[in-house]
């Protein structure tokens, strides 16, 4: 079973631009969480997406975005970059059972988008 | 403020020897806490959790030890080789319900094994 990919791998951008991050989540997971890693705040929750809605945020600025389409996959938006985004950002994907069962709370990761931001 | 405090920071292990990481929680509502292993230029991987209602988990040679009534958690990986060095994160979720379990991360221990 493939794991969970992302897109594109690395990024470079310019302050002010805007840059969007592609995640496919393991085949028959229908929850994707995004992450944002970096050496001086580690690894940051952003937002959760089950069902094509967001069920939870991080504390992040609205420049900050994600959304979560029909076939699970996930996209986030990052608009007026800032130098303090560089970061490694991670999407995670998890199969959610709401009956609890083992396994259901099993969060699995991709290898990460870097993102640079000059 | 930091939910999930790991130490140590950093941790230098003969081949062969025990390495300990360990984690400390204030949020009692926790209940899913899980290890993850992370190499350089990789995502985080998975590498063995526990639930609160059983104190200990042995996958391998890794183990989980966990208490409750502290509110402390700790991975064991005995026998430790060349290739455990990496960084390992701790985390704990509040599962089910709408929050479908956000990860809390600990600030990570890098750990080298020395041959």
């Known amino acids: 079973k493939a794991g969970v990919t992302q897109t594109p791998r690395y990024l470079i951008k310019t302050r002010g631009q805007q840059v969007t991050l592609s995640c496919s989540p393991i085949?028959?997971?229908?929850?994707v969480s995004w992450y944002q890693q970096t050496p001086g705040q580690g690894l940051q929750f952003l937002f959760e997406y089950f069902s094509e809605t967001q069920r939870n945020k991080g504390n992040f600025p609205g420049r900050f975005s994600g959304r979560q389409f029909s076939n699970s996959r996930s996209e986030m938006n990052v608009s007026t970059l800032e130098l303090g985004d560089s970061a490694l950002y991670l999407c995670a994907s998890s199969l959610y059972s709401p009956s609890r069962l083992a396994g259901a709370y099993e969060q699995f990761f991709g290898p990460g988008t870097r993102l640079t931001v000059l | 403020q930091q939910q999930v405090k790991q130490s140590p920071q950093s941790l230098i292990v003969q081949k062969g020897g025990i390495s300990i990481i360990n984690c400390a929680y204030e949020n009692t509502a926790f209940d899913y806490f899980p290890w993850y292993q992370q190499f350089p230029g990789k995502g985080p991987a998975l590498l063995i959790a526990i639930r609160p209602d059983v104190s200990e988990k042995k996958e391998g040679r890794f183990t989980i030890s966990f208490n409750k009534s502290a509110k402390q958690f700790s991975l064991h990986i005995m026998d430790s080789q060349p290739g455990d060095s990496a960084t390992y994160f701790c985390?704990?979720?509040?599962?089910?319900?709408?929050?479908?379990?956000?990860?809390?991360f600990g600030r990570g221990t890098q750990l080298t094994v020395w041959p």
């Open positions: 085949s028959g997971h229908r929850s």
């Open positions: 985390a704990a979720s509040i599962g089910g319900g709408s929050t479908l379990g956000r990860l809390y």
